[in-house]
């Protein structure tokens, strides 16, 4: 059969990594694909840019616009990332019949629901493989692989950077800030780390992961995001005390309430495997109701981990080429009239576990009014921890780990406690799930 | 559209599972497929046996001959098991112009060239993600999300029976033969456990999986098998005293002189996330060039979780249906004119480490002699530990670790060994992997 021709948006690190892997295993994918995966053009700012991939063949442009116009082109991989200009350009390469196969977590996760109905409008596949968990296949294993399955909930490390810096925290006994600075130094954090560290990132790849394990339109706007910059070593430390580890995870998950979709700091028992997954390395949890409990692992970033799953997504869109558009995988993983509009849970509706740590009073009747509060707002405690008081300090350490509990009942708790004379200082709270299969 | 009619093959364990997933599920499935999967016919030996999955609408018939004739079918799922008649009835199913979905590895394993050739010339799919890893997507995922790579090596935990007894084995310090006891009472192990305990059934999983991973034919004959039944508690204790774990890895690794297909028991290092999948769950490691090492985990048996496979794989033929039979996804991943016949290297030539236990005299001179043995033919020692004699014995139990060295060196090495008058046993032998990205 003859080459099938694409063209590439942006020559960055992916941009490069998916030349290079191209080029590399050009024999094992055409074998793979039954015909040759051929770059005809691709677009970059710089065109006299020095480039460690290899560029023969590749006819080189300045404006992105020549690509997605080229009546040669059949498939656009678009690599510039963020959401503009790549939503127009996405738009126009699918206006002009080419399918298309993207990167890019914040397009999808914000304008996925316009960009799937102008493909499904042209019969043309958007494949997004890449865009969450970098190499991992997880999009191809919760829409395919699973689709058997009534899936209950997800929980996934799904950003290298702060799964990074929470793993150095724990091994260094590091402070946050150091550790970053560290991270930035080792190009696992970008200069204005914003979007990873306060979870923007791993909301984007949630809001993915949540439409297409229940079959909901795209929800970034309504996922709860929080990050891991207010995380203190002494926080991380406790937890490893107590036999937790702090994560960042993305959570989905399906209550009869509505859907949680929340990202934030979390301790998992270190027992789970999960809870093992260290640097910068990324992993889903995948609960479904025929499979149970699943796990799927490996790189979330770089340059030939994420070009391996945008070769993916172009293999897969060169075997479907001649499928029925209405019988290729739909870009949802489920049909696009078959999508429910389920309401996403607001935060304050949530059910966790709770890691407090309050400073107190050394002094009687501290615990019982802080357990009075608790046991008022009907929540349980699990275990209570008192530290020694340190030499010179008048107040102590207080940790209490609860059971479920509404997070408004918790906000509520913890501004009474925070009131009370005895308490000398915000209380830090983390979120703590266990993670067992029937989420109990 | 029209529901697609389905006939099952065997209602045992796996069929009654299969019935019960496509029921409950039925709403789920038909929103990602786009179309009604229905159970027209199903047979089973036993007409009159009570079964736990809602038979209605499905017409129950005794030989399976009638299903895979049935001009109404349109896919046959065989779940019955087992060489014959298995292979025979896929063939007619195949002949009959059906699609094939199978969770059956000993039949693939043995005779997939011969079916994926008369499915080749028919023009049908044949599907067996069950096959491998039950509920595990791990067909999909090497097969086609890891398609841009060059796959390197693979090692999995793919015989929950296996896991399980060797997780016993650790946690309670019990013998093999108490626990097979104990798995087969908890239903973890069948009455004749051989297929699973001699690793013949986890060399059935590692031939399809070395196939799909390099694009060669099915060469189960030439795996090399060796099963868990001969651990003694007192290696796996060793082992983890050294800080590893015991594991029946099946293992597929491109050399330059050809293609390793092993499974045997392996120490690895505790600290690897695949050393910590325990119970009857299982795991594989996928090395590929562009996304490097890559981990999947899952249930690998059961009712539902196998269910969960055979439903993804029909979920897939039903969306496939349209697609020109050229440009559907490879059987064996890669096209079938662009399998390579590349050779599987004989054990001999296999190099790993080993842990090595010796019962020696205590008496000066025994290490000098055994390092001796082990220098001349070129192993280099890792660590040596040399345990206190016990009370009233005259020889002490000696762990040896080495480093990489050919099988057949290492042979000659406890030929010579045992051949010493200081030696009073014959010496304990287990294959070492470091499961490094690298391979080193």
């Known amino acids: 059969?003859?080459?099938?021709?694409?063209?590439?948006?942006?020559?960055?690190?992916?941009?490069?990594?998916?030349?290079?892997?191209?080029?590399?295993?050009?024999?094992?994918?055409?074998?793979?694909?039954?015909?040759?995966?051929?770059?005809?053009?691709?677009?970059?700012?710089?065109?006299?840019?020095?480039?460690?991939?290899?560029?023969?063949?590749?006819?080189?442009?300045?404006?992105?616009y020549e690509v997605v116009r080229n009546p040669e082109i059949e498939v656009?991989?678009?690599?510039?990332?963020?959401?503009?200009?790549?939503?127009?350009?996405?738009?126009?390469?699918?206006?002009?019949?080419?399918?298309?196969?993207t990167a890019n977590k914040a397009l999808i996760a914000m304008y996925g629901n316009e960009i799937f109905a102008a493909a499904q409008k042209k019969g043309v596949m958007v494949a997004f493989e890449a865009a969450v968990a970098g190499g991992i296949p997880i999009i191809k294993a919760v829409r395919e692989g699973l689709a058997g399955n009534r899936i209950e909930w997800m929980a996934g490390i799904i950003n290298g950077t702060c799964n990074f810096i929470l793993t150095e925290m724990r091994d260094k006994g590091a402070d946050f800030a150091d550790v970053l600075k560290e991270a930035q130094r080792l190009g696992y954090a970008e200069t204005d780390p914003t979007f990873d560290v306060e979870g923007i990132d791993a909301a984007h790849k949630l809001t993915i992961l949540a439409a297409i394990a229940f079959g909901i339109p795209l929800k970034f706007k309504q996922a709860y995001t929080?990050?891991?910059?207010?995380?203190?070593?002494?926080?991380?430390?406790?937890?490893?005390?107590?036999?937790?580890?702090?994560?960042?995870?993305g959570i989905a998950r399906r209550t009869n309430g509505g859907v949680e979709l929340r990202v934030h700091p979390t301790l998992i028992p270190e027992r789970r495997l999960?809870?093992?997954?260290?640097?910068?390395?990324?992993?889903?949890?995948?609960?479904g109701d025929a499979v149970g409990p699943t796990m799927f692992y490996g790189a979330g970033a770089g340059a030939e981990p994420t070009a391996s799953a945008v070769v993916a997504d172009l293999v897969d869109v060169v075997r479907t080429l001649t499928a029925d558009p209405n019988?290729?995988?739909?870009?949802?993983?489920?049909?696009?009239?078959?999508?429910?509009?389920?309401?996403?849970?607001?935060?304050?509706?949530?059910?966790?576990?709770?890691?407090?740590?309050?400073?107190a009073l050394d002094k009687p009747g501290v615990l019982a009014e802080v357990t009075r509060i608790l046991a008022d707002l009907g929540?349980?405690?699990?275990?209570?921890?008192?530290?020694?008081?340190?030499?010179?300090?008048?107040?102590?350490?207080?940790?209490?780990?609860?059971?479920?509990?509404?997070?408004?009942?918790?906000?509520?708790?913890?501004?009474?406690?925070?009131?009370?004379?005895?308490?000398?200082?915000k209380v830090a709270r983390i979120r703590l799930e266990h993670l067992n299969p029937d989420w109990k």
């Not at 948006?9 to 892997?21: E, R």
């Not at 015909?35 to 560029?55: G, N």
């Not at 929080?226 to 995870?249: F, H, P």
């Open 226 to 249: 929080e990050g891991i910059s207010k995380l203190t070593r002494l926080d991380v430390q406790y937890a490893e005390k107590l036999g937790y580890r702090v994560k960042l995870l």
């Open 1 to 64: 059969m003859k080459p099938v021709k694409i063209g590439i948006l942006g020559l960055g690190t992916v941009g490069c990594g998916t030349v290079s892997v191209l080029a590399r295993n050009a024999l094992e994918i055409s074998r793979r694909a039954g015909r040759e995966i051929r770059i005809a053009q691709a677009s970059a700012r710089d065109l006299r840019k020095k480039r460690a991939c290899p560029m023969e063949g590749i006819q080189l442009v300045q404006d992105p």
């Open 379 to 425: 929540i349980s405690i699990e275990s209570i921890l008192q530290k020694e008081p340190q030499a010179g300090e008048d107040s102590v350490p207080v940790i209490i780990l609860t059971q479920r509990v509404k997070e408004k009942n918790m906000n509520e708790a913890i501004a009474r406690i925070e009131k009370l004379s005895s308490i000398k200082a």
């Open 76 to 101: 656009v991989v678009e690599l510039i990332g963020g959401y503009e200009p790549a939503r127009e350009l996405v738009l126009e390469a699918i206006a002009n019949g080419k399918h298309v196969v």
């Open 327 to 359: 019988n290729r995988v739909p870009h949802l993983a489920f049909q696009p009239d078959a999508l429910v509009d389920l309401p996403i849970l607001p935060i304050e509706e949530v059910e966790t576990s709770y890691y407090l740590r309050l400073h």
């Open 274 to 287: 999960i809870a093992n997954v260290d640097g910068a390395m990324n992993a889903v949890l995948v609960k």
